[in-house]
């Protein structure tokens, strides 16, 4: 989310020259070597479903090497909504289950925004406070589709629990 300007900044930093350039604070011309053991590592949420965000400049780009991630497996999902919320194995099996059936249809173009883990662990929250997993899940998935066709795809999913 850095402004673009800070590119012209990074570019000598990120690529074979290596150097963060100081004129910018004096007036002198001086550089500043980056260590060659020194590593960078950045992430971005790009795409139509993330806003607010500057679209990233093609040089900057090549400059890191591109590694998608997804999401963590089932299994350890399931293990965390346990170890974060104190939820049992069968509530948090039944809470990543319906995520995944969510995510394979956002990833398949049938909903346009997906379950994030932020959202398991929000159902999980609820369920572990008295609700039951089908309305923990209810409550933390659904406000986020406004579409009637895409709530309906959700609740379908829910239904089948």
Known sequence: ?????????????????????????????????????CRFI??????????G???LDQALKERFQIIHIDF??????IDLL??????????????VKAAAQIRNLVNNDELNQGVSIRH????ADLIAAGFTPIQGIEKAFLPMYNI??????????LSSR
């Open 53 to 55: 965000n500057n679209v």
């Open 42 to 51: 950045a992430t971005a949420n790009e795409g139509y479903r993330y806003t």
């Open 72 to 77: 963590m497996p089932e299994s350890n999902e």
């Open 1 to 37: 989310m850095a402004p673009a300007n800070t590119n012209n900044i990074l570019f000598p930093v990120l690529d074979s020259r290596k150097e963060l350039r100081m004129d910018i604070a004096s007036s002198e011309l001086r550089s500043i070597k980056v260590h060659k053991d």
């Open 120 to 123: 398991t662990l929000y159902a």
């Open 148 to 157: 009637k066709e895409e709530r309906q795809k959700v609740m379908d999913i």
């Open 82 to 95: 346990r170890k974060r919320t104190l939820v049992g194995l069968r509530e948090a099996t039944v809470v």
